[in-house]
C-alpha cells in the first residue's frame, strides 16, 4: 500500500527498532477509526461515554505520573549546543539518538505500531506540512484523528518526497525516569517515549507545528507562533483578524471563542474562532501577514469551562471528544470537571480512578484534564477555517498574567518595538506544565517552551520578517488580570475583553485616539466601552496605569534574563529596552 520509498525505509527501520507484532497504516476511515475505538474500550484505555448525552465521546486516564508536559525532559537536540540557545536543554544528536534508541528498542514487542500520516493545515495549502507519527498507542490514534488531517488523502500530497515529519512515539513503560522529548530539527525528526500525555505525544501539536516549524519558519521564511487567530465581524460583514499569544492557561481558548458583550451583539457584531493555539504565518501577495490554524481541535483545559466562561468551548465537546482526567459519573456515563457547575456526580470517580468524594476537599478532575474535540464541533468556528490561503492579520497581540505591572492594553510604537513587548513578556505559571504553579517566569512571545532554536536568532527572525512585510499587522500587549489590594482581578474579562479588541481594530483602521506613555500608546478611558459593566472609566483609568517604580523592578528582571542570550541578542532589542529606560526615569 505504501509507495513512498523514503516513507517504506523509515517505517521498516523503526519497526525494527522497537519490534512491534504488527504494523497498521491508519487510513483515516471511520470503519478502521471505529474498529480502533471498540478495541480501547474492550482493553479499557478508553471508556464509552452515554450514546445519547455525549454521543461518539470518550473518557481516558493518562498514569498519574504523566499528566502534563515536562519541559526538563524536552530536548532540541542540534549538532551545535549554541544552536539550541540558553532557553532550551540541548542534548546532542548522537547522544540523543542512542540514548532513546535503547529506550525504544523492543519497546512495542507484542504491540501494534500504527503509523499516522497526518497533514499540519488544510491538504494542498501552500502552508500545509505533513509529517507521518509512529505510535504503539490507540488513543494516539484517536487523537490525531481530531487534531490533524489523517489517513491517505496525506499519502497522495505526499506523493514520493521526503519532506514530512519523522515522529516516532511509544508509550513504552511509561517511565517518568526516562521520559524523553527529543526534536531533532535538522533531521526533520520528533523522538517521545515513555508518555501518555497529549502535550508530549500528539506530535503534530506542540513538537512539531510549534518546535520543529519555528526551525522551518525562520529557515523559509515564514512564522510559527504560540497564537490564537480570531475574527471580528462588524455590522456592515467585514470581518477583520487578529492574532493573540498569551502563554499556556492564560485563556487563549476562552478569548478565541468569545461571544460578544450584549452592546455588541445588539448592533450586529460576530466573533469567528480560526484557532486557539497555534498559527503559522505567511506574507501574502498583498504584502499583508497571512495566517492559518495548522490544526484540526482543540485539546483544551476543561477546569473552569463552563456556560458563562466558555459557552462554545463547551458546546464544542458535546460530542465526538476525547476527555482526559476528568470526573466521570458512573450513574449517568457522563463527565464532570471542576467549574463545570456546582453540581459534582453523586457517584462520581475522579482522575485517577477512584470513588471520590467532592467534600473531601481533594480535586476531581486533574487541574491539567483535557478536552481533544474536532474543530467543526464549535458553533463559532469560522468560515474561513478551511481557507488554504488563510486569513490576513490587522494586529498581533501579546498578554500574560501580571498583577500590577501592566495595563489593561497598550500599543507598541512600531514593529521594532512590537517585537521588543514580545519578547519581554511575563506571566504566572500554571498547571499546563509539570513544576510550580504562580511563580512568574519570563515567556517571550509564550513560544519560551515551543521555540526549536537560539531564542536570539527567533528575535532577530522577528526583526526580520518587520522588514519583509510590506504592510505589517499592528502589535499590542493586553493583561486581563490586574488585580486589587485583596487580589481579585479588577476588569471582567471573559466575553468583555472584546471592548479592549474593538479599540484595538479601530487602532489598526487609525480611527480610535491615544495617548503617549513611556511603554507605548494607551487609550483615553473613555474609549474603552464600558456601558454593560459594573466598572465604569475611573476603573479603567485605573487600570491603563503605568507605576515607573514597578516598570524600573521590571527592567531590571528584563536585563538579566536579557543577558542569558549574549551576542545573539539583537541590538535593536538593547537600544529599545534603554530606550525604554530612558523613558521611565523622564516619568518619574
Ligand atoms: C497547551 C499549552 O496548549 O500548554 O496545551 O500551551
Ligand atoms: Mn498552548
Known amino acids: 500500500m505504501l509507495k513512498n520509498s523514503y516513507l517504506k525505509k523509515w517505517i521498516e527501520d523503526m519497526a525494527a527498532l522497537t519490534n512491534p507484532k504488527e504494523v497498521v497504516l491508519i487510513d483515516g476511515s471511520e470503519e478502521q477509526l471505529e474498529a480502533l475505538r471498540r478495541e480501547a474500550v474492550a482493553s479499557g484505555e478508553i471508556i464509552k461515554l452515554n450514546e445519547e448525552k455525549l454521543p461518539g465521546c470518550y473518557l481516558h486516564r493518562s498514569a498519574q505520573n504523566d499528566v502534563a508536559r515536562v519541559e526538563d525532559r524536552t530536548f532540541i537536540c542540534t549538532r551545535s549546543k549554541d544552536d539550541a540557545g540558553p532557553t532550551n536543554n540541548w542534548m546532542d544528536p548522537k547522544e540523543a539518538y542512542e540514548k532513546l534508541g535503547k529506550l525504544f528498542k523492543g519497546s512495542m514487542t507484542g504491540r501494534t505500531m500504527y503509523v499516522i500520516p497526518y497533514s499540519m493545515g488544510q491538504i494542498g495549502s501552500p502552508f500545509a506540512k505533513i509529517g507521518v507519527e509512529l505510535t504503539d498507542s490507540i488513543y494516539v490514534v484517536l487523537s490525531m484523528n481530531i487534531m490533524t488531517r489523517i489517513g491517505e488523502k496525506v499519502l497522495e500530497a505526499l506523493g514520493d518526497s521526503d519532506d514530512f515529519v519523522k515522529g516516532l512515539h511509544s508509550k513504552a513503560q511509561l517511565d517518568a525516569e526516562n521520559r524523553y522529548i527529543c526534536h531533532f530539527p535538522e ?29 522551518l519558519g525562520k529557515k523559509e521564511n515564514w512564522m510559527a507562533e504560540h497564537m490564537l487567530i480570531l475574527g471580528i465581524q462588524n455590522p456592515q460583514g467585514e470581518v477583520k483578524y487578529i492574532c493573540a ?12 471563542m468569545l461571544i460578544p458583550p450584549e452592546i455588541y451583539r445588539k448592533q450586529g457584531y460576530k466573533v469567528w474562532c480560526v484557532g486557539d493555539d497555534i498559527a503559522w504565518l505567511r506574507i501574502g501577495p498583498d504584502g499583508r501577514l497571512w495566517a492559518i490554524n495548522p490544526e484540526n481541535g482543540f485539546f483544551g483545559v476543561a477546569p473552569g469551562t463552563n456556560a458563562k466562561s466558555n459557552p462554545n468551548a463547551l458546546e464544542t465537546t458535546r460530542r465526538n471528544t476525547i476527555f482526559t482526567n476528568v470526573v466521570y459519573d458512573a ?14 456526580p453523586k457517584n462520581a470517580i475522579n482522575w485517577k480512578g477512584e470513588k471520590w468524594d467532592p467534600a473531601s476537599g481533594e480535586k476531581g478532575a486533574h487541574p491539567n484534564s483535557r ?29 500574560g498574567r501580571r498583577a500590577k505591572t501592566a495595563p489593561l492594553v ?27 504553579v504562580g511563580v512568574v517566569r519570563r515567556d517571550p512571545m509564550a513560544m519560551l517552551p515551543f521555540c526549536g532554536y537560539h531564542m536570539g536568532d527567533y528575535f532577530a527572525h522577528w526583526l526580520e520578517m518587520g522588514k519583509k ?46 495617548v503617549e506613555t513611556p511603554i507605548g500608546y494607551e487609550p483615553l478611558p473613555e474609549d474603552i466601552e464600558t456601558e454593560g459593566l459594573s466598572i465604569g472609566t475611573d476603573t479603567i483609568k485605573e487600570l491603563l ?20 542570550f549574549g551576542s545573539r541578542l539583537p541590538k535593536e532589542l538593547l537600544k529599545q529596552l534603554e530606550a525604554l529606560e530612558d523613558r521611565i526615569n523622564k516619568a518619574e
Open 187 to 215: 533531521d526533520n525528526t520528533i523522538w517521545s517515549v515513555n508518555s501518555g500525555y497529549g502535550g508530549n505525544v500528539l506530535l503534530g501539536k506542540k513538537c512539531f507545528a510549534l518546535r520543529i516549524a519555528s526551525y
Open 245 to 256: 499569544a498569551f502563554p499556556s492557561a492564560c485563556g487563549k481558548t476562552n478569548l478565541a
Open 331 to 344: 450513574d449517568n456515563g457522563t463527565v464532570w470537571w471542576e467549574g463545570l457547575d456546582k453540581d459534582p
Open 371 to 399: 478536552f481533544t474535540a474536532p474543530a467543526r464541533n464549535c458553533p463559532c468556528i469560522s468560515p474561513e477555517f478551511d481557507n488554504p490561503q488563510g486569513v490576513p492579520i490587522s494586529a498581533i497581540i501579546f498578554g
Open 410 to 436: 497598550y500599543q507598541s510604537f512600531d514593529w521594532e518595538h512590537g517585537v521588543f513587548v514580545g519578547s519581554i513578556m511575563a506571566s504566572e505559571t500554571t498547571a499546563a506544565a509539570a513544576g510550580k
Open 469 to 514: 512585510i510590506p504592510n505589517p499587522p499592528k502589535i499590542f500587549n493586553v493583561n486581563w488580570f490586574r488585580t486589587d489590594d485583596e487580589g481579585n482581578f479588577i476588569w471582567p474579562g471573559y466575553g468583555d475583553n472584546m471592548r479592549v479588541l474593538m479599540w484595538i481594530l479601530d487602532r489598526c483602521e487609525g480611527k480610535a485616539k491615544a
Open 545 to 564: 496605569k503605568v507605576d515607573p517604580a514597578l516598570w524600573k523592578e521590571e527592567i531590571k528582571g528584563i536585563k538579566e534574563f536579557y543577558a542569558k
